[in-house]
């Protein structure tokens, strides 16, 4: 019978790329993760990985395999943790990576009230508008803004249809008078964030079936989405961002919608797991909490 542990050294090694990897997430030595894929190899008798003393890569029949691994261990651990669970709750370590802004200033919070209702779960929060490679860094769930780059990742909507607000303070406003117009904005300030250092030079903007592209004229640019916000408050310029984000700012005055007859394209807001078999039900529960979380935000900020 092929042993769960062999599975999960196969896996780990495809995963981290190495046996190395393997050995260090499972605390075993690598020579002994060697041996755990060879004897499935003999037991299944096919190579499911070529060895060079560079990289590892699959091969077709390790390809296959691998679905059929995750599968087995993704079910075994959803069995062990439902009993758990059945008799002390949600338990358990769960690492969540969230962009800067979204992370500091509201899921931070709503993270403390989701650990009051389940508290034998360990939250690991890494908040870092640098999008983390899910397959090789200790993150179970990450939350992302914007369609997925990956298409075999796992998308849990949080919000399925986000808008993106244009804003800018009422002292800027008084200062260089609001744009009446998309062609207006290329006459102001404008905050640039770039995520994860992408060059951006345009904003899509929609009024109905028309569409306009406006070039960005600015002396502020960041890859950090709080920033962005905080120079806005500041008065430094006009800034697109997520509704999420500007909600209380805009509720409050701190900051006035723009244009808001014309809209950029929505984009979701997802839970983000590498694989099927990592969707536990502490995943499911924290997507189900932030999906409530998140909706009555926007209906008492931006009704």
């Not at 755990?36 to 008798?45: C, F, P, S, T």
């Not at 008065?235 to 014309?262: C, F, M, N, T, Y």
């Amino acid at each position: 019978m092929t042993s769960f542990v062999d599975l999960e050294v196969f896996v780990r090694t495809v995963d981290g790329g190495s046996f190395s990897a393997a050995a260090r997430a499972l605390d075993m030595t690598p020579a002994a993760a060697s041996i755990a894929v060879k004897r499935l190899e003999q037991q299944l008798g096919a190579r499911l990985l070529v060895r060079s003393t560079r990289s590892l890569r699959l091969t077709e029949e390790g390809a296959r395999y691998l679905d059929s691994a995750r599968l087995a261990l993704g079910a075994l651990a959803e069995g062990e943790q439902a009993i758990r669970e059945k008799h002390q709750g949600l338990s358990g370590v769960l690492q969540i990576s969230a962009p800067s802004d979204f992370g500091r200033n509201l899921l931070l919070c709503w993270l403390d009230e989701f650990r009051l209702q389940h508290p034998h779960i360990q939250l690991q929060l890494l908040i870092n508008d640098r999008q983390a490679d899910l397959f090789r860094e200790p993150v179970d769930v990450a939350l992302r803004f914007g369609p997925l780059a990956d298409s075999s990742l796992v998308a849990l909507p949080i919000l399925p249809q986000h808008r993106r607000l244009i804003c800018a303070s009422p002292d800027y406003l008084r200062r260089h008078g609001a744009p009446q117009t998309p062609a207006d904005l290329v006459r102001h300030s404008i905050l640039v964030y770039q995520p994860s250092g992408k060059r951006q030079v345009e904003w899509r903007l929609w009024r109905g079936e028309e569409g306009v592209e406006v070039p960005l004229n600015g002396s502020y640019f960041t890859d950090d989405g709080e920033v962005a916000r905080r120079w806005a408050l500041a008065g430094h310029g006009v800034v697109r961002k997520s509704a999420i984000d500007v909600a209380a700012d805009i509720h409050a005055g701190r900051l006035v919608q723009l244009l808001p007859e014309w809209r950029s394209d929505a984009v979701p807001i997802n839970l983000v797991c590498p694989h099927r078999s990592q969707v536990s039900e502490r995943v499911r529960q924290l997507q189900r909490f932030l999906q409530q979380r998140c909706q009555r935000w926007m209906d008492d900020h931006l009704a």
